[in-house]
């Protein structure tokens, strides 16, 4: 059973930085792709980030230029957010496809005060 355990987030002033850790059960090289979504309330779930195997990256444009994916050698995909806006304050996912099969994290809370 693939598990997907995310960390990381707080409560941060805007213009301020949080670097969120997704940490899974097996190599992080074992997904085919490995991405971060956000939740904020009362709307649906929104991609952000997500990164291949191979290392390319995509992002949505709403987060361009201030979020960036990077990940260990062993189990670990991180998203870096810099200059956080309180329009970025949701529940941030880790979502990750081996084979066909998708898998989520629980989530991390993300707050950004004005």
């Known amino acids: 059973q693939v598990q997907l355990v995310e960390s990381g987030g707080g409560l941060v002033q805007t213009g301020g930085s949080l670097r969120l850790s997704c940490t899974a059960s097996?190599?992080?090289?074992?997904?085919?792709?490995v991405a971060w979504y956000r939740q904020a309330p009362g709307k649906e779930r929104e991609f952000i980030a997500s990164?291949?195997?191979?290392?390319?990256t995509d992002y949505a444009s709403s987060v361009e230029g201030r979020f960036s994916m990077s990940k260990n050698l062993r189990n670990t995909a991180y998203l870096q957010m810099t200059n956080l806006k309180p329009e970025d304050t949701a529940v941030y996912y880790c979502?990750?496809?081996?084979?066909?099969?998708?898998?989520w994290g629980q989530g991390t809370q993300v707050t950004v005060k004005s």
């Open positions: 990164m291949t195997a191979g290392g390319s």
């Open positions: 979502n990750a496809f081996q084979g066909t099969a998708g898998y």
């Open positions: 097996g190599s992080i090289f074992n997904f085919k792709v």
